[in-house]
């Protein structure tokens, strides 16, 4: 299936998301962060690209960045290619070490820019890397601990973060500190981990009230913000491509991604419809039963009749669901 084209003019803030190939880890010990992080903000510098917020997970890592003139994508190609061949090497390991192509989201910086800048920096507490703010304040794998002056990255965009929070240094830092804390009970935001019209606009309830009205609204996957920001974005780079997502159903979005997502599984749409439980079946019927309920809006019900289980497994798939994005 043809993948959209990137959204990659320079100057664009990007919400980018990188994953280990499989969920597997992307760094084994403290020498393998370093170097990460290292080369992220030698890159950075090479290619003029601001970074305001980062966390590097065990499998996974966040990036908020503002592309330099060279684009998002060669300052992606050289931090991966670079970091991925190092780790291989040091490792005596082959083959590809990230999944796919990276994630990366759109964003519409004055209703999005802080929201994203705490929800990447919280990463590490939701995961359970760091057992409090006080140890994430402290802690060197993520942003917040440069943000909070406990550690120095020179590259990292720190002022730009705390001139939305005031002039002086500290006070700006105790009010950013502040901030964070009020955030830190949101727990998992769908909504900031890809773009859409249904997080765009506050969810599935928002959208069926527009439809209600006979209101329309510009979305697209690889953006997140406002109808008026997503249509100027893509008005830039291709009137083609623009989409209208109140005239999808959620019955028509939820099989669609069933079978985007089987395809790229390599796994039979009948296996899972019928109620297979093979690791595979299990594992991705998992994964977008979250997706249906919690980002389409779907009802137990719903998931279930496209997922083939009952509405009381998908219950028990959402509940269960704690893993941090």
């Known amino acids: 299936m043809p993948r959209g084209a990137r959204l990659d003019a320079p100057g664009t803030l990007h919400h980018v ?6 969920g597997n880890s992307i760094v084994a010990d403290d020498e393998d962060r370093g170097f990460f992080v290292s080369r992220m903000g030698k890159v950075a510098s090479e290619t003029e690209t601001s970074i305001f917020a980062w966390a590097l997970m065990t499998n996974h890592a966040h990036i908020l960045l503002k592309s330099g003139k060279a684009g998002l994508s060669t300052f992606m190609r050289k931090l991966l290619t670079g970091y991925a061949s190092r780790y291989n090497r040091r490792h005596q390991r082959h083959g590809h070490l990230f999944q796919n192509r990276y994630k990366s989201i759109v ?5 999005y820019f802080l929201r994203l800048v705490s ?3 919280l990463n590490p507490l939701r995961a359970g890397l760091v057992g409090s ?6 802690y060197p794998w993520s942003g917040h601990s440069v943000v909070m002056n406990r550690v120095r990255h020179e590259w990292q965009e720190r002022d730009y973060v705390l001139e939305y929070f005031g002039e002086r240094d500290f006070s700006a830092r105790k009010t950013y ?10 727990g998992r935001q769908p909504e900031l981990t890809g773009g859409g019209l249904i997080r765009s606009i506050g969810g599935w309830s928002e959208v069926k009230s ?3 009205r006979g209101e329309k609204q510009f979305s697209d996957e690889r953006i997140l913000g406002s109808g008026d920001f997503v249509k100027g974005i893509l008005q830039e780079v291709d009137d083609a491509v623009k989409e209208m997502l109140p005239s999808i159903s959620m019955e028509d979005e939820a099989s669609k991604r069933l079978r985007n997502a089987c395809e790229e599984a ?3 749409i009948l296996a899972i419809q019928n109620g297979s439980r093979m690791r595979e079946c299990s594992a991705l019927r998992k994964r977008l039963a979250v997706e249906f309920v919690q980002e389409l809006g779907m009802t137990y019900a719903g998931a279930a009749r496209i997922l083939g289980v009952s509405s009381a497994a998908i219950n028990l798939i959402v509940k269960a669901d704690r893993s941090p994005l």
Do not use: A, T, W
């Open 107 to 111: 964003c519409e910086e004055k209703p």
């Open 133 to 138: 703010l006080e140890e994430l304040d402290r």
């Open 266 to 268: 390599g796994v039979n």
């Open 17 to 22: 998301m990188v994953r280990g190939i499989e």
């Open 119 to 121: 929800y990447i920096h």
């Open 210 to 212: 527009l439809r209600q």
């Open 177 to 186: 500190r502040e901030f964070v804390e009020s955030e830190s009970g949101r």
